[in-house]
């Protein structure tokens, strides 16, 4: 559902519409009749990063590179 208010209206019940919009609503903030913003429903947060499969992979690949060679070498190679 979307309901339009106008930008006064908006300020005066800020809190108001914040909970409408936890609650799925859309709303649409007008000023002078045209439209200034849009408040809908956050997107929920994905879970934080897994880091130590991160570094799985880094370590594996120091172990693949050894400790002589870099990346910077892999990719200047790669670009020739």
Known sequence: MTTTVGAFEAKTHLSE????VEHGEHITITKHGRVVARLI???EQEPE?????????ADSRLV???HGSSIK???EFGRN
């Open 73 to 75: 070498a892999d990719i």
């Open 64 to 66: 693949t590179l050894g």
């Open 17 to 20: 519409l914040l909970q409408r």
């Open 41 to 43: 429903p956050g997107i």
């Open 49 to 57: 990063t897994n880091w130590s499969e991160f570094w799985e992979r």
